[in-house]
């Protein structure tokens, strides 16, 4: 059954991924930085190799749609590419594209949600459901749809890319109490949602 | 297996990124190149100046042959499509241009580089 804990944040499921190489690579970052700003090729795309996956797993996580994930992603990317020469080398290069990917997640679903809005009177958009589909599975997923844009915005910088409340709070422009607000009625969305799914699997004889 | 949530976010399926992730690879390269070789052309020192700009930014600043458009001399030589009329203030002779993330393009004034204006293209 998935379940978040008493403390709040396990779920049974399988671990896919090992994610906690992020931070020693931003070790020798100052140096690829200073070399992309010199115009190295080679140095700008291991920035983009190292900061990739999880850049576009964030704003897919948020947008919920491949094909604008892949967009927010290379987005981010062109733009910190072409403001390179003015980026503070003192400063880790992640936290930079993370925040022009949440934003531009954020203000990619409010423009889809305006654009939604405006064919109201359409069909659905099955495009949109079919890719929706074939990446989208599992009581987790569907949970972290019930949440807003914004809580799901903290949710993935915060359990995804690692983010303290302080520091999303100036990644967002938020306060931190708002953030941690945020936080905590996130969670509990997200452990009503993934009850529900449990309780709805053991009651159709679905649960393990 | 009892996972964190953390895992549970990071082990979750996403599509395949890869082809976009080269395609940007690409694309930043390009970009990166370009700003190497990228010039602005005024049409004449004090005058409107002409900036191509690609979104690395301009280079270096150089002048259009006499009779040509600027546009024109430029994306010529640059086989860029793009191209951007930014007036500089009075008095601003030479500056270097940036993008910032939202796509504005802002300057900075620099000292004009004389052995730049004498060359056609020049790249640095």
């Not at chain 1, 967009?71 to 020469?85: C, K, N, P, S, W």
């Not at chain 1, 990917?101 to 679903?109: A, K, M, T």
Request: negative net charge; hydrophobic residues 40%.
């Amino acid at each position: 059954m998935n379940e978040l804990s008493a403390t709040g944040e396990s779920l049974d499921l399988p671990v896919q991924v090992s994610w906690r190489a992020r931070r020693t690579q931003e070790r020798d970052e100052p140096a690829l930085v200073r070399a992309a700003q010199r115009g190295s090729e080679p140095a700008i795309g291991e920035l983009i190799e190292r900061h990739w996956d999880a850049a576009h797993r964030a704003a897919f996580l948020i947008v919920r749609d491949r094909y604008a994930a892949e967009d927010i992603a290379q987005e981010a990317m062109l733009a910190a590419t072409a403001a390179i020469d003015r980026f503070d080398r003192r400063r880790p290069f992640g936290p930079w594209i993370h925040r022009i990917v949440v934003n531009r997640s954020l203000d990619w679903l409010r423009s889809h949600r305006r654009r939604r809005e405006d064919l109201d009177a359409g069909p659905p958009d099955v495009a949109d459901e079919s890719h929706h589909e074939d990446a989208l599975s599992g009581d987790l997923v569907e949970a972290m749809s019930s949440l807003d844009p914004e809580e799901r915005a903290v949710i993935v910088l915060r359990h995804v890319l690692d983010y303290r409340s302080r520091e999303i709070a100036r990644l967002m422009g938020m306060r931190p109490a708002t953030v941690r607000t945020r936080l905590r009625r996130a969670l509990a969305r997200l452990r009503q949602s993934l009850g529900a799914d449990a309780k709805e699997r053991h009651e159709s004889g679905g649960a393990s | 297996m009892t996972a964190t949530l953390n895992e549970a976010l990071r082990a979750l399926a996403v599509p395949d990124g890869d082809a976009a992730k080269e395609r940007t690879k690409l694309l930043a390269g390009e970009m990166l190149e370009a700003r190497r070789s990228v010039v602005a052309a005024p049409r004449s020192r004090r005058a409107l100046a002409a900036a191509v700009v690609t979104a690395g930014g301009i280079a270096a600043f150089t002048i259009a042959p006499p009779g040509q458009a600027v546009a024109e001399w430029v994306g010529e030589r640059l086989g860029l499509t793009e191209t951007h009329y930014i007036e500089l203030p009075p008095g601003v002779e030479c500056a270097d241009y940036t993008l910032d993330e939202s796509g504005e393009v802002a300057f900075k004034e620099v000292e004009c580089e004389t052995e730049l204006l004498r060359e056609p293209v020049r790249e640095r």
